[in-house]
Nanobody, 120 residues
Framework: QVQLVESGGGLVPAGGSLRLSCAAS????????MGWFRQAPGKEREFLGG????????YYANSEKGRFTISRDNAKNTVYLLMNSLEPEDTAIYYC?????????????WGQGTQVTVSS
């Protein structure tokens, strides 16, 4: 089994920054790609981006390229999402996920999510 626990969410003013963390346990963390998603009220879950198992390659959804940065520290079994220039439209629950297929599509394990609220 895999446990993923997100943290770092909160209330931030527009234009601010947040760094979310996702701590993993239960599997060899550095063998799996990781991803970040979000779900805003009344909307479908949205893929933000992912990072390869080694951390050498990060992928981003086009809409977030430039504002969001995904990184990981395999020694700490943690993946991060740094969000800059936040906008009220970024308000959502943010989730991390673990990809068991290395294709950025096999999201088999999910965290419980962390709330991010951006005030205008």
């Amino acid at each position: 089994q895999v446990q993923l626990v997100e943290s770092g969410g909160g209330l931030v003013p527009a234009g601010g920054s947040l760094r979310l963390s996702c701590a993993a346990s239960g599997r060899t963390f550095n063998s799996y790609a990781m991803g970040w998603f979000r779900q805003a009220p009344g909307k479908e879950r949205e893929f933000l981006g992912g990072i390869s198992a080694s951390g050498g390659t990060a992928y981003y959804a086009n809409s977030e390229k430039g504002r969001f940065t995904i990184s990981r520290d395999n020694a700490k079994n943690t993946v991060y999402l740094l969000m800059n220039s936040l906008e009220p439209e970024d308000t959502a629950i943010y989730y991390c996920a673990l990809d068991i297929t290395a294709t950025m599509t096999g999201w088999a394990y999910w965290g419980q999510g962390t709330q991010v609220t951006v005030s205008s």
